[in-house]
């Protein structure tokens, strides 16, 4: 990976130097100026002194100059463009000491701010590090060693004990605990058999597995991670657009101020030009935000890294920002709050049809199907023995159910509320007091019907997922104000699931354009909301609400591309994590913000006055650049408390 100034990386220990042009400026410039002090000070070398001192200053100004250039051909004025002034005025009244030291001190605070700001990249690029260079692949009965980026989906990879394995793929032999702590963030490892996806870049214990490769190298889970990591460093939050927009009106006015500060200090406080001129460049170099325009984006970089390398995906400083004022938080309820593994527990037939008739039709319905009450139905008819009926011109509904035709009868499942419209076959009374006990024992009931006749009903049964109460108080424990379950589930169903864990509101029997509804309200009340779902099915309301999370990002691509933080685990446990460093980089930008503007506000007037000479000035404007970075990378620290 490239530097921020285009030098490649040197070797392991030496690149961040050899790519760091501020710090390569201010170690020459420095040998130089305490050259030109010392050959002043001798008098047999005293002639080499300015020639010394003029290289100093050409040595430690070249990679800000052509910066300034750089901006100025584009018209527009930066903060470096303040300092280059400084530093060329000190030079043309003949104290080029002072333009040196003011060159010196400037390339070093730029220097070390890179040096924080590159650690932050570090632990971006570091994931993209992970993932093996080649893979033991089988062809031809044999085992080749193979770039991964030769791989082709279906191709068999062997992944040795101890190994990390290279693809995105698909378990067809072996048995081992594989640590995906890389992508997911899971501190325990996970135990994956036959069918169980992996993620390239994750850690094989000590099983010997077969993989087959369902992703290109460039496709992984992995892959679009760090790419998205990346990609998310152009997204600018709102205090980062504000800044930028205050620099650029700001920049100008300072340079317009300084020409005005000579002739006030000359004509009314009767000092020559070279003191009045010196005083007005110390206010100057006081007066350049520096730490100002690097105390947002440096806390982003930071905040995002720290995210990423704990199994949290959030897409940019905006999203980082709006998570870390948020006051209200939505969830969907299946495959959410609950573990999205419904399994069939009751099937009740009609009059005139057997529970085989119902599960036969369901199972016809629902075979293609990836929604989790299907699975069910599906499970239970591979349990059962059952063959699907032959079907045609299946379809979904959308927030409803599936229906399609059998011979020449319209089949559909859907819950019991769709067959209350007209045109709908009608729920016989004795059939509707069954469904109304299993609702009232918290079961998920659906309604399968063929032609003019209900065939029957399959209730299931979802469990809420382990440590659900704690996680909601912890999430209380953060300033979340309203924590609410948005369900298509009857309210006896969401009551029963929400009353344990402390839940403030729930809203069932929503469509998926309710859900929207219930966000916009919800906006309306609390201001900033977050909504967390599965990425696909609430997909709508993910987009609307000011936060959408997605969780098990690891196997949805469409969660990955869709919101704007994505839990790369399949549970929440990372949530409060990612509130809670969203919530600190805020205060950290706050921070830095704060203390920016403060050294500037100080440095104007004392410089103004006389009481902070230029050297002190830059002494002083470099040192707070240097903190306000600094303080940003203790994002990377950053630990969820307990």
């Known amino acids: 990976m490239a530097c921020c100034d285009n030098h490649p990386r040197g070797a392991s220990g030496s690149g961040v130097l050899l790519c760091n042009a501020d710090l390569l400026s201010a170690i020459g410039c420095g040998a130089l100026l305490a050259g030109g002090v010392l050959a002043h000070i001798s008098e047999q070398f005293a002639t080499f002194s300015t020639p010394l001192l003029l290289a100093s200053c050409v040595i430690g100004g070249w990679h800000v100059t052509l910066r300034s250039l750089q901006q100025l051909v584009r018209f527009q004025f930066d903060v470096d463009l303040l300092m280059l002034v400084a530093a060329i005025g000190a030079g043309l009244?003949?104290?080029?000491?002072?333009?040196a030291i003011l060159l010196l001190l400037f390339s070093l605070g730029h220097g070390l701010e890179g040096l924080a700001t590159d650690r932050a990249r570090s632990a971006i690029a570091a994931l993209g590090t992970l993932t093996p260079k080649t893979a033991r692949v089988l062809r031809d009965g044999r085992e080749l060693a193979l770039p991964v980026e030769e791989l082709s989906v279906g191709d068999f990879v062997r992944v040795?004990?101890?190994?990390?394995?290279?693809?995105?793929?698909?378990?067809?032999?072996?048995?081992?605990a594989v640590d995906q702590s890389p992508i997911t963030g899971e501190s325990v490892p996970v135990v994956k058999d036959f069918g169980d996806d992996v993620f390239a870049g994750s850690v094989n214990g000590d099983g010997l597995l077969l993989v087959k490769t369902t992703k290109l190298s460039t496709q992984t889970t992995m892959a679009r991670m760090v790419r998205l990591v990346e990609e998310s460093q152009a997204s600018k939050g709102r205090t980062q657009r504000l800044t930028e927009r205050f620099t650029r009106v700001y920049t100008p006015i300072v340079l317009v101020s300084v020409p005005l500060i000579i002739v006030v200090l000359m004509n009314f406080f009767s000092m020559s030009f070279a003191d009045a001129f010196l005083r007005a460049m110390a206010v100057l170099v006081g007066a350049s935000p520096c730490a100002l325009v690097i105390s947002t984006p440096s806390?982003?970089?930071?905040?995002?890294?720290?995210?990423?390398?704990?199994?949290?995906?959030?897409k940019g400083g905006m999203h980082l920002e709006s998570l870390g004022v948020v006051r209200a938080i939505a969830f969907d309820k299946t495959g959410t709050v609950t573990q999205g593994r419904p399994e069939v527990t009751d099937v009740v037939a009609a009059d005139g049809f057997t529970p085989r008739d119902v599960i036969a039709t369901a199972y016809a319905l629902d075979q293609h199907s990836s929604h989790p009450l299907a699975l069910a139905v599906v499970r239970r008819a591979t349990r059962d023995g059952i063959d699907p009926a032959e079907i045609r011109d299946v379809r979904a509904i959308p927030g409803r159910g599936v229906e399609g035709m059998i011979e020449t009868d319209r089949a559909m499942i859907a819950g019991p509320r769709s067959f209350t419209s007209a045109g709908s076959p009608a729920i016989h009374e004795t059939l509707r007091r069954h469904i109304e006990l299993l609702e009232s024992q918290a079961r998920t009931l659906s309604v399968?019907?063929?032609?003019?006749?209900?065939?029957?009903?399959?209730?299931?049964?979802?469990?809420?997922?382990?440590?659900?109460a704690r996680l909601f108080a912890r999430l209380k424990s953060l300033g979340i104000r309203r924590l609410v379950m948005l369900t298509g589930d009857n309210a006896q169903i969401a009551n029963a699931v929400a009353a344990p864990l402390g839940i403030d509101e729930i809203k069932a029997g929503l469509l998926p354009e309710d859900k929207i509804n219930e966000i916009r309200a919800l906006m309306s009340t609390w201001g900033t909301v977050a909504m967390v779902g599965d990425g696909v099915n609430d997909a709508p309301a993910l987009a609307s609400a000011s936060v959408g999370i997605a969780m098990g990002a690891s196997g949805t691509d469409v969660a990955l591309e869709a919101a704007d933080v994505a839990l790369m685990a399949d549970d929440l446990s990372k949530l409060p994590f990612a509130v809670g460093l969203s919530r600190r980089a805020r205060q950290t930008i706050l921070q830095n913000v704060a203390i920016s503007l403060g050294v500037v506000a100080l440095l104007i007037p004392f410089a103004l006055c006389g009481v902070v000479p230029l050297n002190w000035a830059v002494v002083l404007h470099e040192g707070s650049t240097v903190v306000v970075a600094f303080n940003a990378l203790r994002l990377l620290l950053y630990k969820e408390s307990a």
């Open 93 to 99: 009244i003949g104290r080029l000491e002072e333009s």
């Open 448 to 468: 399968v019907a063929r032609g003019d006749h209900i065939v029957g009903a399959i209730a299931m049964s979802d469990h809420v997922r382990p440590g659900m």
């Open 299 to 314: 806390a982003v970089l930071a905040g995002v890294a720290q995210a990423a390398r704990s199994g949290v995906l959030i």
């Open 160 to 176: 040795m004990a101890g190994e990390r394995i290279a693809v995105d793929g698909t378990v067809k032999e072996g048995t081992s």
